[in-house]
């Protein structure tokens, strides 16, 4: 990306989590026979919206660099030490995500 950079220049984005479920569109004849459930399908993009799990195992997240080239990216932190981590755990080297480069 832009090398290293001071870490006031990224936004935190929010975790990885997936994608995003498919919103209910009412219809205008339901039909039950078809087994389709609009109610389930808006529950589960309510719950995909609003709910975040606050875990302090590494996970994936993601990043922008507003103040820089512009480019949002995804790495991998461990929130217990704010290091930058590979999937699964480990040190990825000496970058930060509190000060080092997060890509």
Do not use: I
Not at 20 to 45: L, T
Not at 76 to 100: I, L, M, V
Request: proline fraction near 11%; hydrophobic fraction near 30%; charge should be negative.
């Amino acid at each position: 990306m832009c090398g290293k950079r001071d870490v006031y220049e990224f936004t935190y984005g929010g975790p990885e989590r997936g994608p995003r479920p498919a919103e209910a569109e009412p219809a205008a004849d339901p039909d039950p026979a078809a087994g389709s459930d609009p109610g389930a399908a808006a529950e589960a993009h309510f719950r995909w919206a609003q709910f975040r799990m606050n875990r302090l195992e590494p996970h994936e997240e993601w990043w922008h660099h507003g103040a820089g080239c512009g480019v949002w990216f995804s790495t991998w932190r461990d929130p217990a030490t704010n290091r930058e981590t590979r999937p699964g755990g480990g040190d990825a080297g000496e970058n930060e995500a509190s000060g080092g480069d997060p890509s």
